[in-house]
């Protein structure tokens, strides 16, 4: 649902949303009716995904990592994990 939602940073909503769609109705009807946002975003052709991306990050023993909403990597996101 990420891909077709309004992009709103408070809410943590539509970061995968690269065309930057917005349509009320369809942030409306998030869980209770997905199959019919997910209709409603085909017809007007909101996105055409092309492909879904699965991203796998690793560190070594004493860093962790915050994994970002838009899936970059940045030096920023690990800090070192305190025995």
Not at 12 to 26: F, H, V
Not at 68 to 79: S, T, Y
Request: charge should be positive; proline fraction near 5%.
């Amino acid at each position: 649902m990420n891909l077709m939602r309004t992009v709103n940073p408070a809410a943590r909503t539509g970061a995968a949303s690269i065309g930057r769609s917005s349509n009320p109705q369809l942030d409306n009807n998030e869980r209770r009716a997905a199959q019919e946002a997910v209709r409603l975003a085909v017809e007007e052709v909101a996105i055409m995904p092309l492909f879904q991306r699965k991203s796998i990050w690793a560190t070594r023993a004493g860093l962790r990592m915050e994994a970002r909403m838009d899936d970059c990597a940045v030096a920023v996101g690990v800090f070192a994990v305190k025995p």
